[in-house]
């Protein structure tokens, strides 16, 4: 079974802190990539990852940045988190065209 | 404006009842995909359509790509309950690395 794999499926955090969430992918995929989910926006990408160490923003890059340091480990990072970018965040994984998702981390800023 | 425009975005029908979804841009898409998405988890890929034209049948669910491959269809046959979900179609261009997403159709099957 293939496996993505997001660190915290849950979080609550306060405007200002730096927030980490994690992503991990077992199909030595190259191609990962982070979305938020907002009721009646659908899936909007925020950066991609096509291979280790590079990036290329998407469409809602700002407040955001990505660490892909290892083929299997994508980061995304809230640098001062602020309350509008409470939403769910995606963690997907890509072959050839299909994405894999992980569960998804709810993440709440106060 | 969504590059990926998905109709109806909410549906609530009887079990039994037949629906389509529907999907579509003024874009050329190289593959679509149909994805599941139950309340807190992540999306589910259902199927991917390649060629133009192409009918994909899962049990109930009958996918199909348009000629010109800019459109796409997801019909379901005698709806159940355990059908309920988020329904959300994604292409992949062909001319990058990303995968973009329609806004999703809310799918509620009443028994």
């Known amino acids: 079974d293939v496996k993505v794999t997001q660190s915290s499926r849950y979080l609550v955090k306060r405007t200002g802190e730096k927030v980490f969430l994690e992503c991990v992918q077992d199909?030595?995929?190259?191609?990962m990539f982070w979305y938020r989910q907002d009721p009646g926006l659908g899936l909007r990408l925020i950066y991609f990852?096509?291979?280790?160490?590079?990036?290329e923003k998407g469409d809602i890059p700002e407040g955001y940045s990505v660490s892909r340091e290892k083929k299997e480990r994508f980061s995304l990072i809230l640098e001062s988190a602020s309350t509008n970018q409470t939403s769910m965040y995606l963690c997907?994984?890509?072959?050839?065209?299909?994405?894999?998702f992980g569960q998804g981390t709810r993440l709440t800023v106060v | 404006t969504q590059l990926l425009e998905q109709s109806p975005q909410f549906l609530s029908i009887q079990e039994g009842e037949n629906l389509t979804v529907y999907c579509n841009s003024s874009?050329?898409?190289?593959?679509l995909q149909w994805y599941r998405q139950e309340p807190g988890e992540g999306p589910v890929l259902l199927v991917t359509?390649?060629?133009?034209?192409e009918v994909k049948k899962l049990k109930r669910l009958t996918f199909q790509f348009g000629d010109a491959r800019k459109d796409s269809s997801l019909h379901i046959t005698a709806a159940q309950p355990g059908d309920t979900g988020l329904y959300l179609c994604?292409?992949?261009?062909?001319?990058?690395?990303?995968?973009?997403f329609g806004a999703g159709t809310i799918l509620r099957v009443k028994s």
């Open positions: 997907a994984s890509r072959g050839r065209r299909e994405a894999f």
């Open positions: 199909m030595d995929h190259e191609n």
């Open positions: 990852s096509y291979d280790v160490k590079m990036k």
């Open positions: 874009s050329v898409f190289s593959s």
């Open positions: 359509v390649v060629t133009g034209g």
């Open positions: 994604a292409g992949h261009r062909g001319d990058g690395n990303k995968l973009v």
